[in-house]
Structure formats: structure tokens, C-alpha cells
């Protein structure tokens, strides 16, 4: 297993992983697959390039030569906000769960996030994703606030906790 950041010629591949994941778990993730399957190759190979060399990163786990799963930290452009990392798009697909992937990704954005001395990680999580939330607080986040219908799907609404990560003082 290779744990590696994004790459210019990763698209097709996270436009698959992204994919499934509203397949496998679609209630766990706020975009919608019709709004995944609108992107251009162009726009997936963009969103690589943005998230290969600068403050916003992608981490992927690659296995048998196929991304397996990813996590991503957006960096906010304003400077009023760039003490704080956004983690977004968790996923590790379902043959290869329970074996420490996961962890090791979310490992991967902590150490990210401390190189460019973030003062604190953010996410949001739905209330159901046991696994996801087991995770965060495995690792240190805690929950700062819950908001109700976060997302609504086909008409269900799911509540969502909104997380932190508090790096230590430098
Ligand atoms: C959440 C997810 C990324 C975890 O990936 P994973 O590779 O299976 O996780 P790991 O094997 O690294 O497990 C790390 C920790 O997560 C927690 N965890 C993982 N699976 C769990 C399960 N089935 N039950 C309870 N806790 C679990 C545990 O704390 C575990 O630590 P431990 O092994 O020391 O007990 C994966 O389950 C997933 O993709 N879920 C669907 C998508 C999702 O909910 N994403 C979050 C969006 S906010």
C-alpha cells in the first residue's frame, strides 16, 4: 500500500473513487453524484493539479494500482482564514476497511496541516457514519456543535456533528 499525495494524472482514477462513493456511501458526502458525473476530464485533472503541489492537498492509498482511498484538506484563499484546514472527501472502499487505511490518510492530513502551521483541522460528519466518527475522535477530533438536517436526500433530512482537530501549540 503507497500513501502519496494527488497527482496531475490521478483524474480518471479520483473520478472513479469519487464515484463509488456515492454509491458505497452516499449519505456520508454533501455533493451529489449528478454533480461528479457533470465534470470534464479537463475539470478532474484540474482539481488534481490544485491539490498537488499547494496549501490544498488530496492524500490517495494506492493499492493493486488503483487509488483505494483518499482523503482531502482544502485551504481557504483568504488570508483570515488560513489557520484552519478543511477535511473533506474521507473514503476508503469497502474491501478495504479495518485495516488501517484510513487512519494512515487521516495521519497524512494532521502531518500536512502541521507543515504549514494550520492552527486546527474542521469537517463535518452525518450523525450515522459510526465508522467515520469512531475515526475522527480515534485520532483527536472533537465535536463542536451539531446541526439538524445538514443534508437532505430523496427527502430524509441527516443531522451532521461539525468536528475539530486542535494542533498543539508551536
Ligand atoms: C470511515 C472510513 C474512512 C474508515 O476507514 P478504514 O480504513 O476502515 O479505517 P481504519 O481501519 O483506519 O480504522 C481506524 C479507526 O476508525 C474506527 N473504525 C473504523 N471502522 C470501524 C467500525 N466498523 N466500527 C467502529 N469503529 C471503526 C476505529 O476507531 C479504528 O481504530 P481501531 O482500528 O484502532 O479500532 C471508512 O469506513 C469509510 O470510507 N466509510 C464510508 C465513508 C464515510 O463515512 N466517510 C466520512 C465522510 S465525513
Not at 3 to 23: K, M, N, Q, V
Not at 107 to 115: R, V, Y
Amino acid at each position: 500500500m503507497q500513501f502519496r499525495r494527488i497527482c496531475a494524472t490521478d483524474g480518471p482514477a479520483l473520478r472513479e473513487i469519487r464515484l463509488r462513493s456515492t454509491t458505497t456511501d452516499n449519505t456520508a458526502f454533501g455533493i451529489h453524484r449528478d454533480q461528479l458525473q457533470a465534470l470534464t476530464d479537463a475539470a478532474w485533472t484540474d482539481l488534481c493539479l490544485a491539490n498537488a503541489h499547494e496549501a490544498s492537498t488530496i492524500v490517495v492509498a494506492v493499492a493493486e494500482s488503483r487509488i483505494v482511498g483518499m482523503v482531502g484538506c482544502m485551504h481557504d484563499p483568504s488570508p483570515k482564514r488560513h489557520h484552519c484546514g478543511i477535511v473533506w472527501g474521507m473514503y476508503v472502499v469497502p474491501e478495504y476497511r479495518g485495516f488501517g487505511v484510513g487512519r494512515r490518510l487521516l495521519d497524512a492530513i494532521i502531518n500536512h496541516g502541521s507543515s504549514i502551521n494550520y492552527m486546527m483541522l474542521k469537517l463535518s460528519v452525518t450523525t450515522h457514519a459510526g465508522e467515520a466518527l469512531e475515526l475522527y475522535r480515534a485520532v483527536g477530533f472533537s465535536t463542536y456543535a451539531e446541526e439538524p438536517a445538514f443534508l437532505c436526500i430523496d427527502g430524509i433530512t441527516y443531522d451532521a456533528y461539525h468536528m475539530m482537530y486542535m494542533y498543539p501549540r508551536k
